[in-house]
Nanobody
Framework: QVQLVDSGGGLVQAGGSLRLSCAAS????????VAWFRQAPGKEREFVAS????????GYADSVKGRFTISRDNAKNTAYLQIDSLKPEDTAVYYC?????????????????WGQGTQVTVSS
């Protein structure tokens, strides 16, 4: 069993940056693909980015390419999402998730473990 704890959210102005963290405990998440999703009020949860267990492969939603960077440090059992050039439409609760495979896809059903979410609010 893996427990994930998301942190790093906050209130920022448009154009600002945040770094979200996803800390795993319970067992190592080496071997698991990790992803970030987000959910805005009244909307479905949407895929943001994913990374393979080794960190060698990444994938991004078109809406965040060039602004978001996913990374992980397996020695620290932690994954990260660097968010730059924030826009008001990035406002959402951000969730990290871990798959039982080396690289998850872009659907929530691909992921077995979820963090509790961290709120990102971008003011214009």
């Amino acid at each position: 069993q893996v427990q994930l704890v998301d942190s790093g959210g906050g209130l920022v102005q448009a154009g600002g940056s945040l770094r979200l963290s996803c800390a795993a405990s319970g067992r190592t998440f080496i071997g698991y693909g990790v992803a970030w999703f987000r959910q805005a009020p009244g909307k479905e949860r949407e895929f943001v980015a994913s990374i393979s267990w080794s960190g060698s492969s990444t994938g991004y939603a078109d809406s965040v390419k060039g602004r978001f960077t996913i990374s992980r440090d397996n020695a620290k059992n932690t994954a990260y999402l660097q968010i730059d050039s924030l826009k008001p439409e990035d406002t959402a609760v951000y969730y990290c998730a871990a798959a039982l495979t080396s690289m998850g896809g872009s659907y929530p059903s691909h992921y077995a473990y979820w963090g509790q979410g961290t709120q990102v609010t971008v003011s214009s």
